[in-house]
């Protein structure tokens, strides 16, 4: 586990912006070191040849201009090639051979040995200028030098031609030893330039970390963080755009939570003044209908109250909704949980409103859990009723226990189940999928209240479609069955079957 811990912190280190900075900036730095390496090597390898091949060629002139005057007019092949002798002598410390050849003399056999190519020849003799060629035979490099003889009393061109060999393998020996002097330098010049690498990266991320530790405090609500500006660069704009984000978000924040305040507080504020209009309505209707169930009304009076009953009962159920969920918003919704039998809460939930014979209880017994036992019944009520009202009968409720120390309760209908597009919103207040169920006439508030209720406990509500049809309501939460006290006198104020929330 610790190696696979290292080779993940190594992988994400080779990964991270530091590490890229490095390597750009020592890719950067390779490149500029091999480029001027090229250069100063090609230079350099010019400048040693083209010495060379000057001083060799100052070198045969000289002894040229000494020894040819010497020379018979018109020679024969025996002075050619004593003339080519005595240059060879005299280039000893240069170890050049020496050709030499006049207009209307035969060849004796030299050319073999020094191999002048033709254009070269033809180069001398034509223009009766210098010239000279580097090749390379045998593996090994040459100069070869061509040279016209001028007359020594006019400096007029004679029919007079030398030809010189000289070997180049001192220059490349110090051609070679540049190379591998640049090549152990590379190494030295890498390692130095690790150095401002690592500081240049520093510099960079330093501002990074800091932006990204201070996105981490907004993350976390921290909406006064700020970054402090330094210097002019594009680090510093970066910095300031920050604040200036944070600043507006502060704004926007603080206004978005005095609306949501005032919100809430002007629902609760209503909601508490309906409740007395409310209860005396109440009163009265239930006065009136058992007038009209007595028969002490006429029919049309009798329907009239009965209506204004109904929606008198409806107003009262949001208002209480209303005032449930403004003890959600303002964090006032206390939790009193106690060890209950999930099974005998639900089946006590399903017989307070006469729901046994319209609803299938598949139950496993002697599942106990550490609950909220009035909050329980307020989300099985929600989700049953919401199913026998929206779904098709008949709706199940199931309870099991799986082996990963969760508790899950479903509550599936037999109706067309819900449309796609409406299933991340069924949860949301207010929210009635009317394209998808038949008209709703709550107050579309039943659905949140029991996601929040589960929350609560620290479980999950989640809505879905069963592959055979229908709604599919699940109710996942932490079974815990830990020994506490007895429920006090408000949680048996709020036992199962009681009125709802």
């Known amino acids: 586990m610790t190696a696979l811990r290292g080779r993940a912190g190594?992988?994400?280190?080779?990964?991270?912006?530091?590490?890229?900075?490095?390597?750009?900036?020592?890719?950067?730095?390779?490149?500029?070191?091999?480029?001027?390496?090229?250069?100063?090597?090609?230079?350099?390898?010019?400048?040693?040849l083209e010495r060379a091949q000057d001083t060799a060629i100052n070198d045969l002139r000289g002894q040229i201009n000494s020894l040819a005057p010497d020379l018979p007019v018109p020679p024969d092949r025996a002075d050619l090639d004593e003339f080519a002798r005595q240059l060879d002598r005299s280039g000893k410390a240069r170890d050049w051979d020496v050709e030499a050849d006049y207009e209307g003399v035969p060849d004796g056999g030299s050319d073999a040995e020094i191999a002048v190519p033709q254009e070269l020849r033809d180069s001398v003799e034509r223009r009766h200028v210098p010239a000279f060629q580097r090749v390379e035979r045998g593996g090994e490099p040459w100069l070869l030098i061509g040279m016209p003889v001028t007359r020594a009393h006019d400096h007029a061109p004679s029919k007079l031609f030398v030809y010189a060999r000289l070997p180049l393998r001192a220059e490349e020996a110090n051609v070679e030893e540049l190379v591998s002097a640049a090549q152990r330098g590379a190494l030295p010049v890498l390692a130095?330039?690790?150095?401002?690498?690592?500081?240049?990266?520093?510099?960079?991320?330093?501002?990074?970390?800091?932006?990204?530790?201070?996105?981490?405090?907004?993350?976390?609500?921290?909406?006064?963080?700020?970054?402090?500006?330094?210097?002019?660069d594009e680090l510093a704009e970066l910095s300031l755009t920050f604040n200036d984000m944070a600043a507006h978000l502060e704004e926007n924040v603080a206004e978005l939570r005095r609306l949501e305040s005032n919100s809430r507080r002007f629902a609760a504020d209503v909601s508490h003044e309906l409740r007395t209009p409310l209860a005396a309505m109440t009163a009265v209707t239930d006065v009136l209908d058992e007038d009209a169930e007595a028969g002490a009304l006429d029919p049309d009076t009798a329907s009239a109250v009965r209506l204004i009953s109904q929606e008198t009962?409806?107003?009262?159920?949001?208002?209480?909704?209303?005032?449930?969920?403004?003890?959600?918003?303002?964090?006032?919704?206390?939790?009193?949980?106690?060890?209950?039998d999930v099974a005998e809460a639900i089946r006590k939930t399903l017989q307070a409103r006469a729901w046994q014979d319209r609803v299938t209880a598949d139950l496993a017994a002697g599942v106990r859990a550490r609950l909220d036992a009035r909050r329980l019944d307020v989300v099985v009520a929600n989700l049953v009723g919401n199913a026998l009202h929206h779904g098709g009968e008949p709706v199940a409720v199931r309870l099991h226990a799986p082996?990963?120390?969760?508790?899950?309760?479903?509550?599936?209908?037999?109706?067309?189940?819900?449309?796609?597009?409406?299933?991340?919103?069924?949860?949301?207040?207010?929210?009635?999928?009317?394209?998808?169920?038949?008209?709703?006439?709550?107050?579309?508030?039943?659905?949140?209240?029991?996601?929040?209720?589960?929350?609560?406990?620290?479980?999950?509500?989640?809505?879905?479609?069963?592959?055979?049809?229908?709604?599919?309501?699940?109710?996942?939460?932490?079974?815990r069955t830990d020994e506490t006290d007895e429920p006090d006198e408000a949680d048996e104020a709020h036992a199962p079957g009681e009125e709802r929330a």
């Open 10 to 48: 190594l992988r994400q280190l080779l990964r991270g912006l530091r590490a890229r900075l490095v390597v750009a900036f020592l890719l950067v730095a390779a490149v500029s070191a091999l480029t001027t390496a090229a250069l100063t090597y090609r230079e350099a390898r010019n400048a040693i």
């Open 192 to 232: 130095l330039a690790l150095v401002p690498a690592l500081l240049a990266a520093r510099g960079v991320l330093r501002p990074v970390r800091k932006l990204r530790q201070a996105a981490g405090r907004i993350a976390e609500g921290k909406l006064d963080t700020r970054l402090e500006v330094k210097g002019e």
């Open 313 to 340: 009962g409806k107003l009262a159920r949001m208002v209480e909704d209303l005032m449930e969920v403004s003890r959600f918003d303002a964090g006032a919704a206390a939790l009193h949980a106690y060890e209950v």
């Open 403 to 479: 082996a990963d120390g969760r508790l899950l309760i479903e509550v599936a209908d037999q109706g067309p189940g819900i449309d796609p597009e409406v299933l991340p919103h069924v949860f949301d207040r207010f929210y009635k999928a009317d394209s998808a169920r038949a008209r709703s006439e709550g107050s579309g508030l039943g659905l949140a209240i029991a996601m929040e209720n589960v929350r609560l406990h620290g479980g999950t509500l989640r809505a879905a479609n069963a592959p055979d049809g229908g709604a599919v309501f699940t109710i996942d939460l932490p079974l």
